[in-house]
């Protein structure tokens, strides 16, 4: 096992490179700190985006820039590659691994930015049919699945198994599903419409489905009522006051509030219904008394910091605040606000500090920046505050204030080049899947952990597979 050492100066590890980690990186920039960044990926992804990597808009690397690139200039910040798996409040150390390599490493403050995963509310082996899309590999395995059902339904014997396969549903009427329904939809009815000779893909059902009596319910009736008035224009059909109550590789079942309940055929189905926090919120809960709410995220102290640990603080996803949504905004001021509070604390004893640091130390304030969400091509919605603003005009801001949120100068002239092509052309460049990018997931979890390192040396995976299935016994029983 790699020990990191102790610094010289303040260290601060911080646990994921999502926007709360990335930012509270780069807001310790000019503090007098050292910081060790884990994380599980080597990329800071833009997840508003990766709806467009499932449907052949943008390819991964647009949206995803290498961590170490974005920090290269900054001298006080280390990457390392690894998956925390532990969090020792009381000892000050956080252990993660890489592949099966485990390293451990001291800190002197802590910000866990881990996120969120996808929520089938209990019903986890949805997932094996539904994948949710929180990562570069959910959107190209849904990627795969999309086209692939094209494909199949080319290759049908019967005009029932072609229905079948050209029924998309996607489960959550939120920002995420409202897109990805709209640009499925887009998908069949424009880009691949010439492209097979014996089905037509502007036959195509795409379907949202969702619980809720409105689409993006956070948006307020009036936005909803137009965004489902709008999805219902380009043909997308909505399904509300309906729940999922069964799902597998044939179709899924919706149970309505007035009692009634539907069976609907479909190949190809996609989760956007709900999240997860990051288990390591229980591990932390667990250690400090913190409460976790139904999503498992960590009700923190004013200044984001856990109950007795002033020195571990949870930003992002993982934090319960009440009136902070989880989107982006909400890990990128709760990470400047937790950095600027560090470094007020690394400052020199005097009226300076004191100064600064009363300042930092007042309770974090959330400030709504608005929300938005796009529908079709040249239509979105937006929420500010009391204004909202539907059309070409709220489009043209979602694609202004996306640019400007995405890291790194040659991704932003790439996603915009990429973005011409498609919005003008309906050409969509990354239509390249794979077996793997199919399949790889599903194959990785019957494996289970612990099993990339011998896979990746060419070992037998016998005894790791048997290992495996013993520890989830183990747990299960527990």
Not at 41 to 66: C, D, M, N, R, W
Not at 218 to 246: C, I, M, S, W, Y
Request: hydrophobic residues 40%; aromatic residues 8%; charged residues 25%.
């Amino acid at each position: 096992m790699k020990r990191f050492g102790k610094r010289s100066r303040h260290h601060v590890v911080i646990v994921g490179s999502g926007f709360g980690g990335l930012f509270a990186a780069q807001a310790l920039k000019d503090a007098d700190v050292d910081i060790t960044l884990v994380a599980k990926t080597t990329h800071h992804l833009f997840q508003p985006l990766l709806y467009q990597v499932a449907t052949g808009i943008l390819s991964e690397g647009e949206i995803a820039p290498a961590t170490r690139e974005i920090l290269k200039r900054q001298k006080n910040v280390q990457v390392v590659l690894g998956l925390v798996e532990t969090i020792d409040l009381d000892a000050k150390q956080v252990t993660w691994r890489h592949l099966d390599n485990p390293s451990t490493l001291t800190y002197d403050s802590l910000i866990v930015a881990a996120g969120a995963g996808q929520s089938y509310f209990g019903n986890d082996q949805f997932a094996t049919f539904a994948p949710g899309m929180k990562s570069i590999d959910d959107a190209l395995e849904l990627r795969s699945r999309i086209f692939w059902a094209f494909e199949q339904a080319e290759m049908a014997d019967s005009p029932e198994e072609v229905r079948r396969h050209l029924t998309f549903c996607v489960v959550g009427a939120g920002p995420t599903g409202v897109e990805m329904a709209g640009q499925i939809r887009e998908l069949a009815s424009r880009t691949l419409a010439k492209d097979f000779r014996d089905i037509d893909p502007r036959q195509a059902r795409v379907i949202l489905i969702d619980g809720a009596p409105q689409v993006l319910p956070p948006f307020g009736k009036r936005l909803g009522a137009k965004t489902q008035r709008a999805l219902e224009k380009v043909g997308v059909e909505v399904k509300l006051n309906g729940l999922v109550t069964d799902l597998d590789f044939n179709g899924l079942t919706v149970k309505y509030k007035d009692g009634s309940s539907e069976h609907i055929d479909s190949s190809c189905k996609m989760w956007a219904a709900g999240v997860q926090a990051s288990d390591l919120g229980k591990t932390l809960a667990e250690q400090s008394g913190a409460e976790l709410d139904r999503a498992g995220r960590i009700n923190v102290q004013p200044d984001l910091s856990l109950p007795g640990h002033p020195d571990v603080f949870v930003i992002g996803d993982m934090m319960a605040v009440k009136g902070v949504p989880g989107v982006a905004q909400g890990a990128i001021q709760s990470a400047r606000y937790v950095a600027k509070l560090i470094a007020a604390r690394q400052l020199r004893p005097g009226e300076a500090r004191d100064k600064a640091l009363a300042e930092a130390s007042k309770p974090f304030k959330y400030v709504d920046k608005g929300s938005m969400a796009t529908i079709a091509k040249f239509n979105a919605v937006v929420k500010v505050g009391k204004f909202e603003i539907t059309g070409f005009v709220a489009w043209a801001m979602w694609l202004v204030l996306h640019l400007l949120y995405i890291a790194g100068f040659k991704q932003r002239i790439s996603t915009l080049l990429r973005w011409v092509i498609s919005f003008f052309s309906n050409a969509r460049s990354e239509r390249v899947t794979t077996n793997q990018q199919l399949v790889g997931r599903l194959a990785m979890e019957q494996l289970g952990q612990r099993t990339s390192g011998p896979l990746f040396r060419g070992d037998d995976l016998v005894d790791a597979y048997t290992e495996h299935k013993a520890e989830r016994t183990r747990r299960e029983q527990a």
